[in-house]
């Protein structure tokens, strides 16, 4: 071997080197140290006694857990089913016409996302105050109701309220990867099909969607993924998690656990029950799309 | 309802443009699109004239006064003035613009370092073949698949043995190199032409030179949208500050606003203005960087 191949095969590991340091570190033991940490019982950081599987029976048997799987499923489940269509239909909007107006629109919609959740949160707890916020407000002259509602203090406004909030931040954000998947569809197939008497809704659902379809796949699953993880928004938004725990959300019962009560052993638990949760809804989805 | 609206809107339109429906179909385009503008632009409107109200009217008007009531008892500063006054804590008096800058010193560091080692893992993965490559992507692709949440209670106990509560080192290190950024550097640098990179080396140049001087200008979209990613990601970072650092003084904006709506129960306006503060920095990266951004996140999704 001579000198340069052997500077060569050594490169691409000296390039490796914080990767493979930091993932050892900080991914590696981590995860071996969680399914340790899960069955042990602890108080703040040094101390860990076992307890065998009583970390995961104390969260099962918890009504709060199940509350907040409750909370996360319904606000995963409804803010995907209205952001996708938005989202598309915004993109579909965007997508023809002059390239400026596309990137001064795009810029607008997109903006929401430059701020973090709980900056959102703070803005947000007093756009939705009774009487005086700029949401009731709105909602009194667009439709005539709502002026008086308690959006974050009644059991049952707190999810629409949130899922409303979250619609504010990302239906521009997907609409972004949705713009881009339509730039990307093959305009002489639609072409072809207008010049076949195809009209506008027979070209959208027979060329364009399954020409998106990959990308849409992608955004179901990671917006899922996302919702899954939801935590900062209410926990600003609300002050905490709400009348009646109304907003509490997976990861807001793992900080709760693990940080505020300090039993760091059942917040690795409740992060494995996490992690299954969404292993299974996320397979179960790329199942349900990718069958076709 | 608002259905029923757009398709009368579009009835009526067809009517004044009977010819021609695309004049009409563009108008209700605008229309709609003007719409959706309006209400995502709407809460920042109200969020900068929140701040600049006088807490006697903050309430009173939706966005500003009307100009016939403008007068400083309206619209003045005090809430900025409230804000930049500073607060006593344990560790004596502390000013709002020292969050600004821990924010702003954490974020760009962390930034920097990640952009560095992320690039650099990017860059092997791209342009080398060696032994043990495709287990490192797979293994890269699985850990992807872990929500970060589960390695908080470890990652609390690890920064606890190390020493790091209250330092910054838990809240640079553990982030350092971000596995989803080595797959976006590797798909832009795979596109680098191997000839130009040959070339580099017959001429003499290091490996870390060709990765340095030849490749990293080549690949400087990527390099912007990673980094108002990276930045994004660390300035909103709420969890991570909150759960590490103690001392008042060494505060990040999120946690700190998150504080004030405790503190300044029935000054909105002074949090608010705290809040407008904290949007600014990234809003004025993301104008400097947005043409990268749109175009980095669109390859992303497309191809990947």
């Known amino acids: 071997m001579n000198k340069t191949s052997r500077k060569m095969a050594a490169a691409p590991w000296c390039f490796l080197t914080p990767y493979i340091v930091l993932t050892s570190v900080f991914f590696i033991y981590p995860f071996l140290n969680a399914i340790w940490l899960a069955f042990h019982q602890t108080n703040g950081p040094r101390s860990a006694v076992f307890v065998g599987l009583s970390n995961f029976r104390f969260v099962l048997g918890d009504p709060d857990f199940y509350k907040a799987v409750k909370n996360t499923t319904i606000f995963a489940v409804v803010s995907v089913l209205i952001q996708l269509p938005l989202s598309l239909g915004l993109a579909l909007l965007l997508n023809t016409g002059k390239s400026r107006v596309r990137n001064l629109f795009r810029l607008i919609l997109f903006s929401p996302h430059l ?96 020409q998106i379809k990959p990308v849409a796949i992608f955004v179901v699953v990671m917006s899922t993924i996302g919702s899954y993880q939801l935590f900062e928004l209410p926990y600003s938004l609300l002050g905490g998690f709400g009348p009646n725990n109304a907003g509490l959300t997976i990861v807001g019962y793992l900080y709760t656990n693990a940080f505020e009560s300090g039993d760091l052993g059942t917040g690795a638990a409740i992060g494995w029950l996490l992690a299954l949760i969404i292993f299974t809804v996320s397979s179960i989805q790329i199942k349900i799309v990718g069958t076709e | 309802m608002t259905l029923l609206l757009f398709a009368g809107l579009y009835m009526i339109l067809r009517w004044v443009y009977p010819r021609d429906a695309e004049i009409a179909g563009a108008c209700l385009r605008y229309i709609l699109l003007g719409c959706a503008a309006f209400l995502v632009l709407s809460p920042f409107v109200w969020l900068v004239s929140s701040a600049f109200k006088d807490k006697d009217v903050l309430m009173q008007y939706s966005f500003l006064p009307p100009i016939s009531e403008w007068s400083t008892r309206t619209i003045n500063l005090d809430n900025f003035r409230t804000l930049l006054n500073g607060e006593d804590s344990v560790v004596g008096k502390v000013y709002f613009w020292e969050y600004v800058v821990n924010s702003l010193f954490l974020a760009s560091a962390a930034t920097s370092i990640n952009l560095f080692f992320t690039s650099m893992g990017g ?53 350092a190199c971000s596995v989803f950024g080595m797959f976006l550097f590797r798909q832009s640098m795979v596109a ?65 606003l998150n504080q004030y709506i405790g503190v300044y129960t029935q000054q909105y306006g002074v949090f608010l203005a705290g809040t407008l503060l904290a949007i600014i920095p990234p809003a004025i990266l993301f104008f400097a960087l947005q043409r990268e951004f749109v175009a980095g996140l669109s390859s992303g999704a497309v191809k990947g």
């Not at chain 1, 730039?183 to 010049?195: F, G």
């Not at chain 1, 195809?198 to 060329?207: P, S, T, Y």
């Open chain 2, 192 to 256: 680098v032409p191997d000839s130009l990179i040959e070339a580099a080396r017959i001429d003499g140049a290091s490996e870390f030179g060709i990765y340095y001087r030849i490749v990293m200008p080549l690949v400087r979209p990527m390099t912007g949208a990673f980094c108002l990613i990276t930045f994004l990601g660390n300035w909103n970072n709420f969890i991570g500050p909150q759960i590490y650092l103690q001392t008042q003084s060494k505060l990040t904006l999120p946690v700190v």
């Open chain 2, 123 to 175: 860059y092997a993965l791209s342009k080398y073949t060696f032994r043990g490559k495709k287990v490192i992507m797979a293994f890269m692709a699985g850990s992807m698949m872990f929500p970060g949440m589960l390695f908080l209670a470890p990652i609390y106990r690890m920064i606890f043995s190390f020493g790091w509560m209250d330092s910054y080192m838990a809240l640079l290190v553990p982030g």
């Open chain 1, 115 to 210: 701020v973090g959740q709980i900056f959102v949160g703070i803005l947000f707890s007093v756009i939705f105050t009774p009487r005086f916020g700029l949401f009731n407000r709105g909602l009194q002259s667009l439709v005539g109701w709502g002026l008086d509602e308690r959006w974050l203090s009644s059991p049952g406004l707190v999810m629409p309220a949130l899922i409303i909030v979250s619609l504010w931040m990302y239906v521009g954000f997907n609409m972004i990867y949705f713009l881009a998947a339509l730039q990307n569809v093959d305009e002489t197939l639609v072409e072809a099909a207008r010049v076949d008497g195809a009209n506008r809704f027979q070209v959208f659902w027979h060329i364009t969607l399954p």
